[in-house]
């Protein structure tokens, strides 16, 4: 009886061991991670942020800190064409600019200032890094005049280093210097079938996304040919009223307060300087603003977070939310591209 009882157990065991083989085989798979390496020449530094912003003075220079994650594609995309490629952008980086890197998941120490000492994930949290890569621009007086929230392409982000490298941030925004200096016509908006034509936004009660384009979106054709023709993203776009403005527009509109403004006076009021910017409402509630480039599986993943009102379980941050979803997806046995 007892030999019986050991068998019977022993198979139990072993159907349980296969079923838990066989979910794990199931199990999806993190794609489109891209590995990457900082250029040789940033600084070498014993990451004292005083003593960097100090010695890049003494050589006319700005101090940078990119701070990336291990696998990040847009890190990669941006190090690849902003700093590694030989071009106008990464020369004029090397000539203007001393530049470290922070891993945001990193263990090193960094005296932040006199009274804080931190690891690089910690200094992170602290500043509440949503994106990566983000890139902070600091002035002589070690202040933080420009905060760049994730990827740009080499004409928007020397756009950026001219405006810190010329000290412009001493009498305007980012937002007000993009607006005055004198850009390329690129792009031509175009219509989507998903867009609505609406110059009162205040009567809109669904889920809201306001899209602000001009004729030198550099990621608009992006936008439009890879994202709103990508299914799993119009799927999520479907369940909002999606209005597109020209950010250089002076017509009168009625934004989602009630307030009579242009498109242009929106843009600058809230210091949006990309393009696509997206502003995503619920409720007449600004609950996350896109103002950088995202790929297709974070983009939409953000539209799920509003539409279905995640933001209210995960209210202090979308990355909150993504974690749980990432991991949700991969165990339904669903493969989870990061990549363009």
Avoid at 20 to 43: C, D, L, Q, R, Y
Avoid at 119 to 130: D, S, V
Avoid at 191 to 213: G, P, Q, W, Y
């Amino acid at each position: 009886m007892k030999a019986s009882f050991r068998k019977v157990m022993f198979l139990f065991f072993s159907i349980i061991s296969l079923f838990a083989i066989s979910a794990n085989a199931t199990e999806g798979k993190v794609i489109g991670g891209s590995m990457h390496e900082s250029p040789e020449w940033f600084k070498d530094s014993f990451l004292d942020i005083a003593e960097d912003i100090e010695e890049a003075k003494e050589n006319n220079k700005h101090f940078m800190v990119f701070m990336d994650l291990e696998g990040c594609p847009y890190c990669s995309k941006m190090l690849k064409e902003n700093f590694i490629n030989e071009n106008k952008t990464s020369e004029f980086i090397k000539k203007y600019f001393d530049v470290i890197n922070i891993n945001v998941k990193g263990s090193r120490e960094i005296a932040w200032d006199e009274e804080t000492t931190l690891t690089e994930k910690e200094l992170a949290e602290k500043l509440q890094i949503q994106y990566s890569p983000t890139i902070l621009f600091f002035n002589y007086e070690k202040e933080v005049v420009v905060r760049v929230n994730g990827y740009r392409n080499p004409t928007d982000f020397k756009y950026i280093l001219e405006y810190v490298q010329g000290k412009h941030y001493e009498k305007m925004t980012l937002t007000e210097y993009i607006n005055k200096i004198e850009r390329k016509e690129l792009y031509t908006l175009k219509d989507n079938k998903m867009f609505t034509k609406t110059k009162d936004l205040s009567k809109i009660n669904t889920a809201l996304a306001v899209i602000f384009e001009d004729g030198s979106c550099t990621q608009c054709d992006y936008f439009h040919n890879r994202l709103l023709k990508e299914k799993s993203v119009v799927e999520e776009f479907s369940k909002f009223t999606i209005v597109r403005l020209d950010a250089n527009s002076d017509e009168e509109i009625i934004d989602v307060e009630g307030n009579k403004t242009t498109a242009k006076q929106w843009a600058l009021k809230i210091n949006l300087d990309y393009r696509p910017g997206v502003l995503l409402y619920d409720n007449k509630k600004l609950i996350s603003t896109v103002d950088a480039l995202l790929f297709p599986f974070h983009f939409k993943e953000l539209l799920r977070y509003v539409s279905g009102k995640y933001y209210e379980q995960y209210p202090n941050s979308y990355l909150d939310y993504l974690r749980v979803r990432q991991d949700e997806l991969l165990k339904q046995g669903i493969n989870i591209d990061l990549g363009e």
